[in-house]
Each structure stands twice: as structure tokens, then as C-alpha cells.
């Protein structure tokens, strides 16, 4: 089952403002993936984060890998109406290296 | 574009049939993965390929489901014996040199079991 915490399941902004979006466990992750799925697509890389404590940015786009390594929260400045998907973190575990274990997603709509 | 490229997009068949799926990887990845999705979850890992073996197969549900990448590049992903609850969408990954490196995905099969 789903060992990636994310909520709440759906989250509605206004275009321009900012959002954040975290994703927590009880097990120790060693690396912290953001994907975004559009309807009709496979989800897409957006930011990978490979050290407790990191933090990376990709334009708009800002990520953290938690300090415990049992959490990770993504930031979304500025939002645009292009923002609007799904959203799911997901990362390895340690020792389950092969298994990219997936959040359920966080759906999120911009009002323009 | 050279993205994975997974065919059919959709797949409709009857209970109790077989089915199989197609990903053709990123050229020159060595790592190939399959991934389930049912509607309102985030993927689930069914089996992970380096280069033509499995390297973990771990997350395939049973055994009507079986997974070959004979020369190393394409796979495909058979499931026999179809039952309603096999309806999801499969989507296929590949990466570069395995889990390390970035998994990109193809838009999936959409798998309806009637």
C-alpha cells in the first residue's frame, strides 16, 4: 500500500497567489521526487532531491527534503493557470531501492 | 519526439481474456519499469528491468501477470485471465541507468475490463 502521505486531496487557488504542498511518512526515504500528471499522461519529473536538508529550486518551483528524511514539501510561487494537475510526490526507501513508492496526489485547481 | 511510447492508448477486452502491452523505452535506457494506476491513486510499482532481466518483480500482483524485455529495449506486459479489478491504467517508465537516475514516463494503456 501507500506508505506517502499527501493532503489534502484537493487544493484551490487564485492565479498569482502561492501554494505549498508537503508530503510526509514513517518510513526514512534516501531520495524525494515531484511529479505533475495532466489528465491523459504519464507523470512528469519535476524536481529530485537526493540529500537530507536540500532544498532546489526549478523556476517556480521550490522543493525541500526534510531534515528526518520522513517528509519532503514542494512550493509553487506565482501560480499560473498552467499549475492546474495532479501533483504527487514520491521517493525510495531505503532499502526498497528498486520500488519508487508514490503519494496519492494532490489535484489542484488555479482560478484565473 | 523520443519519449516512451506505450501503445495501445486504450485497450478494452472481456473478462477472462489476455491482453498485452506494449512500452517502447527511451533509446539507449538500460532500466525499464511498469507501474499500475487506478483512478484517484498515485502509481503502483509492478517490475523493474535491468537491461533483459528482472531485476525486481516484486510488486506484480499475481501470477497472471508476467512481463518480458527480451533484447533489452522493448517489453511487454501480459495479463492473462483479465479480471475486472485488472482495470487501471499501466504506465511504463524508463531511466537511464536504474532507480538513481530519473524515471520518465510514457501517457500509459488505458486498460478497461468489461
Known amino acids: 500500500g501507500q506508505q506517502l502521505n499527501q493532503s489534502p486531496q484537493s487544493m484551490f487557488i487564485q492565479e498569482g497567489e502561492d501554494v505549498s504542498m508537503n508530503c510526509t511518512s514513517s518510513?526514512?526515504?534516501?531520495?524525494w521526487l515531484w511529479y505533475k500528471q495532466d489528465p491523459g499522461e504519464g507523470p512528469v519529473l519535476l524536481i529530485a532531491?537526493?540529500?537530507?536538508?536540500e532544498l532546489t529550486s526549478n523556476g517556480r518551483l521550490t522543493a525541500q527534503f526534510g531534515i528526518t528524511r520522513k517528509d519532503s514539501f514542494l512550493n509553487i510561487s506565482a501560480s499560473i493557470p498552467s499549475d492546474v494537475g495532479i501533483y504527487f510526490c514520491?521517493?525510495?526507501?531505503?532499502?526498497?531501492?528498486?520500488?519508487?513508492?508514490f503519494g496519492k496526489g494532490i489535484t489542484l485547481s488555479v482560478r484565473p | 519526439g523520443a519519449g516512451v511510447s506505450q501503445t495501445p492508448s486504450n485497450k478494452v477486452t472481456e473478462k477472462g481474456k489476455y491482453v498485452e502491452l506494449r512500452c517502447d523505452p527511451i533509446?539507449?535506457?538500460?532500466?525499464l519499469y511498469w507501474y499500475r494506476q487506478s483512478l484517484g491513486q498515485g502509481p503502483e510499482f509492478l517490475i523493474y528491468?535491468?537491461?533483459?532481466?528482472?531485476?525486481?518483480d516484486s510488486g506484480l500482483p499475481n501470477d497472471r501477470f508476467f512481463a518480458v524485455r527480451p533484447e533489452g529495449s522493448v517489453s511487454t506486459l501480459k495479463i492473462q485471465r483479465t479480471e475486472r479489478g485488472d482495470s487501471a491504467v499501466y504506465l511504463c517508465?524508463?531511466?537511464?541507468?536504474?532507480?538513481?537516475?530519473?524515471?520518465?514516463f510514457g501517457n500509459g494503456t488505458r486498460l478497461t475490463v468489461t
Open positions: 517508465a524508463s531511466s537511464l541507468i536504474g532507480p538513481n537516475s530519473p524515471l520518465h
Open positions: 514520491a521517493g525510495y526507501i531505503t532499502g526498497a531501492n528498486s520500488k519508487l513508492t
Open positions: 528491468f535491468q537491461g533483459t532481466g528482472a531485476a525486481d
Open positions: 533509446s539507449g535506457h538500460t532500466a
Open positions: 518510513s526514512i526515504f534516501n531520495t
Open positions: 532531491l537526493y540529500k537530507a536538508g
